[in-house]
């Protein structure tokens, strides 16, 4: 079967063009985006990757058998507690990589930060954050197609953790949002 004859395949291409376009809205008219008034006169959408079905991943985490607080540097120089969860490994495009996920300790949301060989070209020098769905099958669904950039890309009055060294790749992830120009 034909990815075009497959309707899963056009389900989540529109799911991700749908998603998209509702973030653009909210980016530009919603009082709590990130974007400075200035910024929204101008604002004319997010810059995109084209979709990568490469690089949406169910994996199964490498859980830490001892959950470690750890602190991790925030954009504004201070640091914030989160726990060292585990590790996810896959490959992109032929190359090995890990990343290590953190749980934060008040919302017990896993927090995947991490920067990629494209940082401060086609991706924010802050790095990118991708959300991690935990599924009932103990598997975690990660897909870069939905990366995207701290709030702390666009305003410096706005605080975000920074992708600690561990997660920073020497691959390009080329999914996702790209680098922030106003």
């Known amino acids: 079967m034909d990815a075009v004859d497959d309707p899963g395949w056009v389900a989540e291409i529109d799911r991700l063009a749908l998603i998209r376009g509702a973030r653009d809205q909210w980016f530009a008219t919603n009082p709590r985006s990130p974007l400075s008034p200035g910024q929204k006169r101008t604002f004319t959408g997010m810059r995109y990757f084209d979709e990568d079905p490469s690089l949406c991943l169910r994996l199964t985490a490498e859980v830490f ?63 990118r954050y991708v959300d991690v769905e935990e599924r009932p099958d103990h598997t975690l669904e990660i897909d870069f197609n939905f990366a995207y950039n701290p709030y702390s890309t666009y305003r410096d009055d706005l605080i975000c953790p920074l992708p600690p060294p561990e997660n920073w790749l020497e691959v390009a992830i080329r999914a996702g949002e790209k680098r922030f120009i106003p």
């Not at 890990?98 to 020098?125: C, K, M, N």
């Open 65 to 127: 058998p001892m959950l470690e607080l750890v602190e991790l540097d925030m954009s504004d120089g201070s640091r914030h507690s989160y726990h060292r969860w585990g590790r996810v490994r896959f490959d992109v495009h032929g190359r090995a990589v890990s990343l290590v996920l953190y749980r934060d300790p008040v919302s017990h949301r896993i927090v995947l930060p991490f920067q990629d060989a494209e940082r401060g070209r086609e991706t924010s020098i802050a790095g």
